[in-house]
């Protein structure tokens, strides 16, 4: 059974930074695709960045471009979200998921439930 913690949220004013952490456990496989996603109250959720193993460049969402990097650690079986200029329309849960799939919908990564999923962790940003 894989199971996925997050941790790294918070409130912070405009401009701040944080860094999501995604410990990843309970399996040894190598995912295909890796990603980060939000959802704040009243929106959609959205794809914020991800990994594909069969590339060597992340994926982003444009709305976080130049200010969000995604990174792993292999050794950790961790992957982060370092957020950098953040803006009160990135306030909402984070959440980061898994997938042994590959499916793609407006250039970013797209999991569902047969995907696995962390519990998340809120980001606020306000002044």
């Known amino acids: 059974q894989v199971h996925l913690v997050e941790s790294g949220g918070g409130s912070v004013q405009p401009g701040g930074s944080l860094r999501l952490s995604c410990v990843i456990s309970g399996s040894t496989v190598n995912f295909a695709s890796i990603g980060w996603f939000r959802k704040a109250p009243g929106k959609e959720g959205e794809g914020v960045s991800c990994?594909?193993?069969?590339?060597?460049?992340?994926r982003y969402a444009d709305s976080v471009k130049g200010r969000f990097t995604i990174s792993r650690d292999n050794a950790k079986n961790t992957v982060y979200l370092q957020m950098n200029g953040l803006k009160p329309e990135d306030s909402g849960l984070y959440y980061c998921a898994v997938s042994h799939n590959i499916n793609l919908q407006w250039n970013m990564c797209k999991m569902g439930s047969d995907d696995y999923w962390g519990q998340g962790t809120q980001v606020t940003v306000s002044s």
């Open positions: 990994i594909l193993a069969i590339e060597t460049e992340p």
